[in-house]
């Protein structure tokens, strides 16, 4: 029953409710390396140099990220390859703020290089206001 909870909500949306703004995101599980690849890597032995980031700040950029770029959405542009770039997530720079008050500042912004795309793209970020409940309070 569980499973068809977003399918019997999505069909009511659809079908009865106008304006109704329940999002489904399919989750999908991470793809795992074949065994052989697998084997060659191996765990360092310390986490010296490694990005930390704490739960709230995390959730912060979790909900920031899915409302600025939803899992499974797509970019419009003129262009079919700025198009791709601004679809995918990893295309992204991320960085979190996080304010006296309990607010996280989460702003974040293209890097078209990773694309190979010289090109200067104006609206291509955003920087949103999350407070300690989860709630997105403004957005820039």
Request: charged share 25%.
């Amino acid at each position: 029953m569980k499973q068809l909870l977003p399918l019997l909500v999505l069909s009511l949306c659809t079908s009865t409710l106008a304006g109704c703004n329940y999002r489904v995101y399919i989750q999908r599980k991470a793809e795992w390396a074949r065994p052989e690849e697998a084997e060659k890597v191996r765990m360092p032995s310390s986490s010296e140099g490694s990005i930390s980031l704490d739960g709230p700040s995390l959730r912060a950029i979790e909900i920031a990220v899915d409302e600025f770029l939803p899992p499974g959405s797509k970019a419009r542009s003129y262009n079919e390859k700025l198009e791709r770039c601004l679809s995918a997530r990893e295309n992204y720079d991320v960085s979190v703020l996080k304010s006296s008050d309990g607010l996280f500042f989460v702003t974040i912004s293209a890097n078209l290089a990773r694309c190979g795309i010289d090109d200067i793209v104006f609206d291509a970020g955003a920087t949103y206001g999350v407070d300690s409940q989860g709630r997105i309070v403004l957005k820039n």
